[in-house]
């Protein structure tokens, strides 16, 4: 063999060698990535009940926590003596703790929660634990029976995961509970008189490029046309003003590759220049002013009205909920959401966001019932929106909070759906860049049940 031969043979066995090595690094990524997932969940949970089986008296801070200027932190929503319920710092709520005043007279003592931000470790996952607890007042009690607004307390609890190669950093996740005290329970106070009402199990759900005729998540493997997600799961994939399958989300992240290239999800709505640096979903804005009325219809033929529909609205729907469970939400989650502007010009956007649960009738007819927002000024909407100016001009995570209620449950057979429209009102023709489906863009859904939810 020539010494040429032997060269070849010695790199093609260490390409082969570095194949091997990169595809153990991928599945180890991939497994850290779900292990950080049910170490938070677990942690979540343990850190609650801990404070749930306290006496109700030694529920409260032992002092005022912290400020944080990072909204990475959630002690950036601390308001002096308050603090934000809601993720997006809306909604603050005066804390519970030693030396705060009660409502009567007499000043709170004996509180046992330490606000001070706690580290932890569990196996090769870190993070730090942050407590807070809020007086609220219960609405559906009357000043009669239930006098001023110290009627329950509710108990929040959230980690931030230590940031790690592997890992990335991610946003915190949290838990609530509301807490009503035994030893006063009006008639009309719907919580339990043991105080164990947990409100905050969280749930979270992955965008895919799959179509949701597929139970589970399909490898990327192409550039593609725009999925016509206007349909129904039955029809699988379909292009052009042709309804087809909703794109599917699922419980589980992409898995980490090596090297994973980006994929254009949309070859049929390109920008005028760029066009071959144009990554993941482009969305044109809607045809209206205003989010589409239309958002929450399912097609069962082309679109005459708006044949280019499919290009301006996309819709994920979540697996069927099994035989035997029911989820109900509890108001509040949040959207984590990948984008840019188109070619990275600078200008405004505005999307509009709705949130759903697809059932089917008696008569075999598709229901979808919306979450309704409640938060001003669109309380009452059926929709959300998000606003920034100007929009990314890169790849950013957005953080769009979803304060709302819902008129029903998931129950067996059920999905829950998410679309998101890029408002004409709020935003240049050209529209916005979306990207999901890959490990380091992993836009998702992350919403709060009473309950713990099923895997799906």
Request: glycine share 10%; charged share 15%.
């Given at each position: 063999m020539s010494m040429a031969e032997v060269m070849i043979a010695m790199l093609i066995l260490a390409l082969g060698a570095l194949s091997v090595l990169n595809l153990i690094g991928a599945q180890a990524h991939s497994s850290y990535r779900n292990e950080q997932s049910q170490v938070v969940s677990d942690r979540l949970q343990s850190e609650l009940e801990k404070i749930k089986q306290l006496p109700y008296s030694q529920i409260a801070l032992t002092s005022l926590p912290a400020d944080s200027t990072s909204t990475a932190d959630p002690a950036w929503r601390v308001q002096?003596?308050?603090?934000?319920?809601?993720?997006?710092?809306?909604?603050?709520?005066?804390?519970?703790?030693n030396g705060s005043a009660l409502y009567g007279g007499g000043v709170v003592s004996g509180g046992a929660v330490d606000p001070t931000?706690?580290?932890?470790?569990?196996?090769?996952?870190?993070?730090?634990?942050?407590?807070?607890?809020?007086?609220?007042?219960?609405?559906?009690?009357?000043?009669?029976?239930?006098?001023?607004?110290?009627?329950?307390?509710?108990?929040?609890?959230s980690i931030v995961l230590d940031g790690t190669p592997v890992g990335g950093a991610r946003h915190y996740q949290e838990v609530q509970a509301e807490l009503s005290d035994p030893a006063s329970q009006p008639a009309s106070n719907s919580n339990p008189a043991s105080g164990n009402n947990t409100s905050g199990y969280p749930w979270t759900f992955w965008f895919t490029d799959t179509s949701c005729d597929n139970s589970a998540r399909q490898p990327v493997t192409t550039d593609h046309l725009a999925h016509n997600t206007r349909g129904v799961c039955s029809t699988?994939?379909?292009?052009?003003?042709?309804?087809?399958?909703?794109?599917?989300?699922?419980?589980?992240?992409?898995?980490?590759?090596?090297?994973?290239?980006?994929?254009?999800?949309?070859?049929?709505?390109?920008?005028?220049?760029?066009?071959?640096?144009d990554k993941g979903l482009q969305l044109l804005t809607g045809s209206g002013n205003g989010c589409d009325s239309q958002a929450l219809s399912v097609a069962t033929?082309?679109?005459?009205?708006?044949?280019?529909?499919?290009?301006?609205?996309?819709?994920?729907?979540?697996?069927?909920?099994?035989?035997?469970?029911?989820?109900?939400?509890?108001?509040?989650?949040?959207?984590?959401?990948?984008?840019?502007?188109?070619?990275?010009?600078?200008?405004?956007?505005?999307?509009?966001?709705?949130?759903?649960?697809?059932s089917t009738d008696g008569n075999g007819n598709i229901v979808q019932t919306a979450a309704v927002n409640q938060t001003a000024p669109l309380n009452g909407q059926t929709y959300f929106t998000y606003t920034a100016t100007p929009w990314p001009t890169g790849w950013s995570e957005l953080h769009v909070p979803l304060n709302f209620t819902l008129g029903t449950s998931l129950t067996a057979g059920t999905r829950l759906g998410l679309a998101i429209e890029v408002d004409p009102a709020g935003t240049p023709s050209d529209g916005l860049q979306f990207l999901y489906d890959e490990p380091s863009f992993d836009s998702r859904i992350e919403l709060s049940t009473t309950s713990s939810p099923p895997s799906l």
């Open positions: 002096g003596s308050n603090y934000a319920v809601k993720e997006d710092g809306t909604q603050p709520e005066p804390l519970v703790y931000p706690t580290h932890f470790t569990s196996g090769d996952v870190g993070g730090t634990i942050h407590r807070f607890v809020v007086w609220e007042n219960d609405a559906t009690c009357s000043e009669a029976n239930c006098p001023g607004a110290q009627d329950l307390k509710r108990v929040i609890v699988g994939v379909q292009n052009g003003n042709n309804p087809g399958a909703p794109d599917l989300m699922v419980n589980a992240a992409a898995p980490l590759t090596t090297e994973t290239p980006l994929y254009d999800y949309a070859t049929d709505v390109e920008p005028s220049t760029g066009a071959a640096s033929a082309p679109e005459t009205d708006q044949p280019t529909r499919f290009q301006q609205l996309h819709e994920w729907l979540s697996p069927p909920i099994p035989s035997g469970s029911t989820v109900q939400l509890n108001g509040t989650g949040t959207l984590n959401l990948w984008s840019q502007t188109v070619g990275g010009a600078t200008y405004a956007g505005e999307i509009c966001v709705w949130l759903f649960v697809r």
